[in-house]
T-cell receptor, first 114, second 116 residues
């Protein structure tokens, strides 16, 4: 079945450590997105990519980095510069970047600080 | 300024009754899209319904309908005949045009609890 796979489902980070969240899609979608969700709140955009080898900062990019070397993959690295990384992270993709395209989401990764 | 506002943090609804979730938005774009997503306690985001800014008719998808009032910048979700499985968080989102990077902006969400 086509879809978006995020791994791992749960992730623990030590202080000062970088961690990478995986997002893979087999929907042949051009655009991919990373969101952060804090408890009881809505989603905030971290980074997005509309084509391979190109990405843009979202509203809360500080302390995060991404790459888009393949169409199917859009990993997110939470760096040690992100001082409050505990949150639920959601990856999404859409056919294109136009206003008509709905986004399809993965099941998310819960990141916690040890 | 908030681009998407959901004023109801939480709502109770009786099973089999209808419920309306409010959403107002702010944009200067002529072309934009409005979306509603459902998020159960497991965390996944489920796409429910879409309304384009140029669509003259309100969108409907099964028990979901979108009450689109463009002049008031309102895009309320109506869930008819509520079921226990409708208990979840509901998010309204807007996608603006290229000038805004085609990004999706979410509201703060409304938690719905369906009572038997």
């Amino acid at each position: 079945d086509g879809g978006i796979t995020q791994s791992p489902k749960y992730l623990f980070r030590k202080e000062g450590q970088n961690v990478t969240l995986s997002c893979e899609q087999n929907l042949n979608h051009d655009a991919m997105y990373w969101y952060r969700q804090d408890p009881g709140q809505g989603l905030r955009l971290i980074y997005y990519s509309q084509i391979v080898n190109d990405f843009q900062k979202g509203d809360i990019a500080e302390g995060y980095s991404v790459s888009r070397e393949k169409k199917e993959s859009f990993p997110l690295t939470v760096t040690s510069a992100q001082k409050n990384p505990t949150a639920f992270y959601l990856c999404a993709s859409s056919i294109g970047g136009g206003t008509l395209s709905s986004q399809h989401f993965g099941d998310g990764t819960r990141l916690s600080i040890l | 300024a908030q681009k998407i506002t959901q004023t109801q943090p939480g709502m109770f609804v009786q099973e089999k009754e209808a419920v309306t979730l409010d959403c107002t938005y702010d944009t200067s774009d002529q072309s934009y899209g409005l979306f509603w997503y459902k998020q159960p306690s497991s965390g996944e985001m489920i796409f429910l319904i879409y309304q384009g800014s140029y669509d003259e008719q309100n969108a409907t998808e099964g028990r979901y309908s979108l009450n689109f009032q463009k002049a008031r910048k309102s895009a309320n979700l109506v869930i008819s005949a509520s079921q226990l499985g409708d208990s979840a968080m509901y998010f309204c989102a807007m996608r603006e045009g290229q000038a805004a990077g085609n990004k999706l902006t979410f509201g703060g969400g409304t938690r719905v609890l369906v009572k038997p």
